[in-house]
């Protein structure tokens, strides 16, 4: 259950606590309609800062940091996240958050294009409009197959080499660039190869919950795994936009919005910069964005 409600006309930062392992964190920027920021990655803000601003012009802009890393790591160990599990919590965020009746905008990036994508094909009646900008829904794919083992090699390597070996071969596979990998340890590719082993090693304690440590290990596999409902998201498609940047063109996350936009009869707009347009190009970005909605 919620245990706080906010009327989304101030700005602030909320806590929401729910009868499950995470408390959710959200901020509330801006007037007007109501537009809930679903970001990337783990969920974790970080850098969304200049295009919220920008949306907070027209929109009440509420960022929702669905595990709470925005006010530090998280005290115990991370389990898989489930993509329904975000998107149940968005959705009673937006009960807490509207008056009965009334229906939101959504914007989710990478990661949290998958939330709102199924935030929307489960919850319509609370959304009004949904971009999703470069979801890896690699199952619609016909080299799917591929690219799960792709996702899978970054996870071992996660495991077993940590996360700067591990982001390495991501953004090979993203890029769809040939990937080798580094005989040496990832710290001596850091510091010019003066190390005491010749093995990679590991992440130190320091470096694991960390934002791109639960991505690698927690939500990058249950997220691109996960199967979207088409025949739904076909039927909502008036109210859905696929967006994709102007430089991932020819790259996986492109790739993957443009062929759900034809499957499922959605728009399709490009936005300005690449697989992290919100953060190069917030302004521009932010936009493209308020047209789309």
């Given amino acids: 259950m919620l245990d706080r409600h906010h009327d989304g006309h101030h700005d602030g ?3 929401v606590h729910y009868d499950v392992h995470y408390d959710v964190h959200y901020d509330v920027r801006g007037s007007g309609p109501l537009l809930l920021v679903i970001p990337g ?6 850098g969304l800062d200049g295009a919220v601003a920008r949306l907070s012009e027209r929109f009440t802009v509420v960022t ?4 709470g890393l ?3 790591p998280l005290d115990g160990p991370v389990g898989d996240q489930p993509v329904e599990a975000w998107s149940d919590r968005a959705h009673q965020l937006l009960d807490s958050l509207l008056p009965d009746g009334q229906s939101a905008c959504v914007f989710g990036s990478s990661s949290g294009g998958i939330v709102a994508l199924d935030l929307l094909a489960r919850y319509p009646e609370r959304l009004r409009r949904v971009v999703a900008h470069e ?3 690699i199952g619609v794919l ?4 591929r690219q799960h083992a792709m996702i899978t090699e970054v996870y071992e390597i996660h495991r077993t080499e940590g996360v700067a070996a591990a982001m390495a071969r991501l953004s090979a596979g993203l890029e769809g660039r040939s990937w080798e990998s580094d005989p040496r340890p990832v710290s001596a590719a850091a510091d010019g190869g003066n190390t005491q082993s010749g093995q990679n090693v590991p992440d130190s304690r320091e470096a694991q919950n960390t934002p791109m440590d639960i991505f ?3 939500v990058l596999r249950p997220f691109t ?3 979207l409902d088409l025949d739904a998201l076909k039927g909502l498609s008036s109210r859905l936009t696929l967006g994709a940047g102007s430089d991932s063109r020819g790259q996986l996350p492109f790739r993957t919005a443009s062929l759900l936009a034809e499957l499922s009869g959605s728009d399709f707009v490009e936005f300005p910069g690449g697989h992290l347009g919100v953060l190069q190009h917030p302004v521009a970005f932010a936009d493209r964005l308020a047209e789309a909605l």
């Avoid at 990655?41 to 970080?46: E, L």
């Avoid at 016909?142 to 197959?145: E, G, I, V």
């Fill in 142 to 145: 016909p080299d799917s197959a």
């Fill in 70 to 72: 925005s006010r530090g």
């Fill in 135 to 137: 979801p890896p829904s």
């Fill in 13 to 15: 930062h909320y806590d």
């Fill in 64 to 67: 929702y940091d669905p595990l």
């Fill in 216 to 218: 690698l290990g927690h």
């Fill in 41 to 46: 990655g783990a969920g974790h803000p970080m």
């Fill in 225 to 227: 795994s996960h199967t």
